[in-house]
């Protein structure tokens, strides 16, 4: 179990909630620790992680590691070989006995009505001939439904809702003129899955008569939604 303990999976950011929501345009930042535990010192070291198919492999980039190593990148697979390492064993020489490698990826472009798919990562250690050790697992889901991208009846985009977003409804839905930004989700106020004069009128009531805020899946959510 302390061989367990020492080699683990981190990723940046953690997101939030058990599904690790964060920002599709963020980054992800894996780092994968690994030590020797034991009493024999590693020769070499191999660490093997295969990518979720949901990520960007065109924005895969290695970053630095605690030791030299050879990549390669088979698909979706990325194999660091630290071959030479001589990391020490836990009990001779326990600061010398860890060692790390870390990239940053991130997730596939999907367009901004639609949901993504979580994205799980686990990574194996093989030191030298020994039975593999699998790290635990971290979970991510990229989530336009960061308050801070949709906020349904926010139509302009301003940060906040207001009689101005109604105006920018009404351009939009009888006068052909653009679009709810920075897509539908702003604009369907009722979360109908489309943009029709009944989001005005759901809107116009929200803003002017007190009746419910947009959106059932906002109004679930801890933020205060107001008018203004
Ligand atoms: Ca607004
Ligand atoms: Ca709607």
Redesign the pocket.
């Known amino acids: 179990m302390q061989a367990l303990a020492q080699n683990l999976k981190t990723v940046s950011p953690v997101g939030w909630e058990e599904q690790g929501y964060y920002n599709p345009s963020d980054t992800l930042r894996y780092q994968i620790v690994f030590q020797k535990v034991g009493e024999d010192t590693a020769f070499g070291v191999t660490i093997r992680d295969t990518l979720d198919a949901d990520l960007d492999t065109n924005t895969l980039h290695l970053s630095p590691a605690s030791h030299p190593f050879t990549f390669t990148r088979n698909g979706l697979e990325l194999v660091w070989d630290l071959q030479g390492i001589n990391l020490p064993d836990s009990q001779s020489n326990e600061p010398g006995s860890h060692g790390f490698v870390a990239y940053s990826i991130q997730v596939k472009n999907t367009p901004c009505d639609q949901e993504f798919a979580p994205i799980y990562n686990t990574a194996h250690i093989y030191f030298d001939s020994n039975s593999v050790v699998t790290t635990n697992t971290v979970l991510n889901t990229a989530t336009w439904w960061d308050p801070l991208i949709i906020m349904p009846?926010?139509?302009?985009?301003?940060?906040?809702?207001?009689s101005?977003?109604i105006i920018?409804l009404v351009d939009y839905v009888f006068r052909s003129q653009a679009a709810p930004l920075p897509c539908a989700a702003n604009g369907d106020v009722n979360c109908s899955g489309a943009v029709t004069s009944s989001d005005i009128i759901y809107l116009v009531n929200y803003c002017f008569k007190g009746s419910w805020p947009p959106c059932d899946i906002v109004c679930s959510s801890p933020m205060a939604w107001t008018c203004n």
């Open positions: 009846g926010d139509v302009n985009t301003s940060g906040s809702i207001s101005a977003d920018y």
